[in-house]
């Protein structure tokens, strides 16, 4: 990754976390993580969430990010140094497919937004989510739990049902499940993975981050990071007039930017799938 593209990449980063915050922290909540406990946050990507978790475990206890970037990694480092948390948090490179861990040494697993099952040219790490979740729940200790949280739904076009749900049904918008993967594969199958892992006591539950006008400048540059990220690249796979539309609507410079509409509102949810390793 070039140095352009990685300033862009972090930019991004820290932007859409404001905007997910308050799900990731409702889906942290409900783990109801012990104190003083040890677990791994598999894909921390720049330490944000990282963070977040050992905060539920403080006091006394540790939280290791696992990313497969360098970069990423050394982003991580830096700010959770400069935060004085080097103590309560550790990072290193390495790859969920096989973790550079011995069998059960965390109290938990955590893994948000990481293991999507698709080719690996859209950058996913695997084309099957079974392996990997094995292989994460090899890592946690008998009674343990294995929690995977995903972005899970959107609207971001209110007032425009029939246009949003046709920009909802494009590759873009379904990435990276494509045609022709077996439904077992597609994330919301999470029950699915946790049974063959052997988890028992598998729940799943949903959780909302909603916006509301006047937006902050955060959380409409986190907005105007999602329009590209689910439909920048679909126009031949929409009608032009809807292409037309979402274009007037979504484009930073259109006169008729939606997020400058004083009544706009939105939200996201996530969807977690944890369950506990057998004792």
């Not at 497969?68 to 480092?77: D, G, I, T």
């Not at 990481?114 to 996913?124: A, F, R, S, V, Y």
Request: hydrophobic share 40%; glycine share 10%; aromatic share 10%.
């Amino acid at each position: 990754m070039t140095d352009g593209n990685m300033e862009s990449a972090l930019h991004m980063h820290r932007a859409m976390f404001h905007l997910r915050e308050p799900a990731i922290l409702a889906a942290i909540r409900k783990l109801d993580l012990s104190a003083g406990g040890c677990g791994l946050d598999a894909g921390c990507g720049t330490g944000l969430i990282t963070e977040l978790l050992s905060q539920a475990v403080a006091p006394g206890g540790h939280v290791t990010g696992l990313d497969l970037s360098p970069q990423y990694v050394a982003v991580a480092r830096e700010r959770i140094g400069g935060a004085g948390l080097a103590r309560q948090v550790t990072f290193r490179e390495g790859d969920v497919n096989a973790l550079p861990f011995e069998d059960d040494c965390f109290d938990w697993a955590w893994s948000m937004d990481t293991l999507w099952p698709g080719p690996q040219e859209l950058g996913c790490p695997s084309d099957t989510p079974f392996s990997m979740v094995r292989e994460l729940t090899r890592v946690v200790r008998p009674g343990g739990t294995l929690a995977l949280l995903f972005w899970s739904a959107q609207k971001l076009l209110p007032g425009h049902p029939l246009l949003e749900a046709r920009l909802g049904a494009t590759s873009g918008a379904t990435a990276p499940f494509r045609p022709g993967m077996r439904p077992d594969q597609h994330f919301l199958r999470g029950f699915a993975w946790l049974r063959d892992a052997g988890l028992q006591n598998r729940e799943a539950h949903t959780f909302v981050a909603g916006v509301q006008a006047p937006l902050s400048p955060k959380i409409r540059q986190a907005l105007l990071f999602c329009f590209p990220m689910f439909w920048a690249e679909v126009e031949a796979e929409v009608r032009p007039e809807d292409w037309a539309e979402y274009q007037r609507l979504c484009q930073p410079d259109s006169r008729d930017l939606i997020l400058n509409d004083p009544d706009y509102c939105a939200f996201l949810t996530y969807t977690m799938f944890y369950g506990r390793k057998a004792t």
